[in-house]
């Protein structure tokens, strides 16, 4: 793959492409947002605050005025939020061109859902999880279908913790918060696997962003993280969320892009940069690693994959 220098500003036209975007408010989903949107992408937000999402929305189309956006509500940590959003896409649009699982929650306090699942693992892999499983058929009736899902630098510090997912035995909040991008990267390689194994047109890529200045640095609810992630970390070391989206960008756009591909910033450390190809740790591969994490998530989430052939 050759992206040596590439900016969003190579993004090729995307009209009568449809684009979901969990997690579009703010940071790198809204700024994921206004860029396929200034390229003629159609971007279906799906947001948690519908009145934050609507205000995302009116900023997207203060600079870009043509901007074709709908604005939907989702609580990924909710399977049933989930699916009344996937029946509301399967009712207004015959297709979707790329669904990027973007949305996040980092570092809280433990909490667990009403289902009983940490909530960093329910709203992080989850939900995507579940999403991405009811979302296949509209994916596969596209031109050129892919799956983004955006994982972390920190995916590399993480070991998945099977036997105690909910933290009852111990929880650290960026432990988890790590755990859960590693599950984001393994459940993209695993996706992978399956879709190869079934003859399917949809791709699944996955991407990093660096270390980008966003808000979730000061979403995470414990005041230590915020105070290290946030006032100190962003200022001195994150690039602009901008640029911090090139990555996922790329992955979601670019024709040069293969099934199977991690795509991060180019710089020292995977830190900042433009995309390049980059690698996973071993556990993000490791097929047993995908098949234990898919078990889990079906039965956590009740979906249950159906992989079309193209049509």
């Known amino acids: 793959m050759s992206s040596r220098g590439w900016t969003s500003d190579e993004i090729p036209p995307l009209r009568q492409r449809v684009f979901v975007v969990t997690g579009a408010s703010s940071g790198l989903g809204l700024a994921t947002t206004r860029a396929v949107a200034a390229h003629g992408g159609r971007v279906v937000m799906a947001v948690r605050d519908e009145a934050k999402g609507r205000r995302a929305a009116s900023e997207v189309l203060a600079s870009v005025p043509d901007a074709q956006l709908d604005v939907e509500t989702v609580d990924l940590a909710d399977v049933d939020s989930v699916r009344r959003f996937a029946q509301r896409l399967h009712d207004g649009h015959e297709r979707v061109d790329v669904l990027i699982n973007n949305a996040g929650t980092m570092a809280p306090p433990r909490t667990l859902t009403a289902t009983g699942h940490e909530v960093q693992f329910a709203a992080n892999h989850l939900g995507h999880f579940a999403l991405t499983g009811l979302l296949l058929d509209l994916l596969t009736k596209a031109d050129d279908p892919r799956v983004v899902t955006i994982s972390s630098l920190n995916h590399r510090q993480a070991t998945m913790r099977f036997d105690d997912l909910t933290g009852e035995r111990g929880y650290a909040p960026m432990a988890f918060y790590n755990m859960s991008k590693l599950a984001n990267a393994i459940f993209g390689y695993e996706l992978h696997r399956r879709l190869t194994d079934a003859g399917s047109p949809v791709r699944s890529v996955l991407a990093h962003p660096?270390?980008?200045?966003?808000?979730?640095?000061?979403?995470?609810?414990?005041?230590?993280?915020?105070?290290?992630?946030?006032?100190?970390?962003?200022?001195?070391?994150?690039?602009?969320?901008?640029?911090?989206?090139?990555?996922?960008?790329?992955?979601?756009?670019?024709?040069?892009?293969?099934?199977?591909?991690?795509?991060?910033?180019?710089?020292?450390?995977?830190?900042?940069?433009?995309?390049?190809?980059?690698?996973?740790?071993?556990?993000?591969?490791?097929?047993?690693?995908?098949?234990?994490?898919?078990?889990?998530?079906?039965?956590?989430?009740?979906?249950?994959?159906?992989?079309?052939a193209a049509v």
Request: no cysteine; aromatic share 10%.
């Open 210 to 308: 660096g270390y980008t200045a966003t808000n979730l640095q000061f979403a995470a609810t414990t005041g230590l993280w915020k105070f290290l992630l946030g006032r100190l970390g962003n200022p001195l070391l994150a690039q602009p969320v901008e640029s911090g989206a090139w990555s996922q960008l790329y992955a979601a756009t670019d024709p040069a892009v293969r099934g199977g591909d991690f795509v991060g910033p180019d710089g020292r450390n995977e830190m900042r940069g433009h995309p390049t190809l980059v690698q996973p740790s071993a556990a993000a591969t490791d097929a047993e690693n995908g098949r234990r994490l898919w078990e889990i998530s079906e039965k956590a989430t009740g979906v249950h994959y159906v992989f079309p």
